[in-house]
């Protein structure tokens, strides 16, 4: 099902996504920090994100794993 109607499905390409740009940036800082606008700054803001709220983001992989494991 697409991951506009299955939240569950949703919420993992959000993690996925935040994970990913704040560990690109951890790796490259240059490649997102030259642009903060378009669409680079998109890419820099979820890794933002990721950075700021890591404990939460972190909690929220935990969670949807095990979601993941015991309702599917």
Do not use: H
């Not at 299955?6 to 997102?32: E, G």
């Not at 933002?48 to 709220?53: L, N, P, Q, T, V």
């Not at 909690?59 to 599917?72: G, H």
Request: hydrophobic fraction near 55%; charge should be positive; glycine fraction near 6%.
């Amino acid at each position: 099902m697409s991951a506009i109607f299955n939240f569950q499905s949703l919420l993992s390409v959000i993690l996925l996504m935040i994970c990913t740009c704040a560990y690109l940036r951890s790796l490259f800082p240059s490649i997102i920090d030259r642009k903060k606008t378009g669409m680079l700054g998109i890419f820099w803001k979820l890794a933002r994100i990721g950075e700021r709220k890591s404990p939460w983001v972190g909690l929220a992989c935990v969670l949807m794993a095990a979601s993941i494991l015991f309702y599917t």
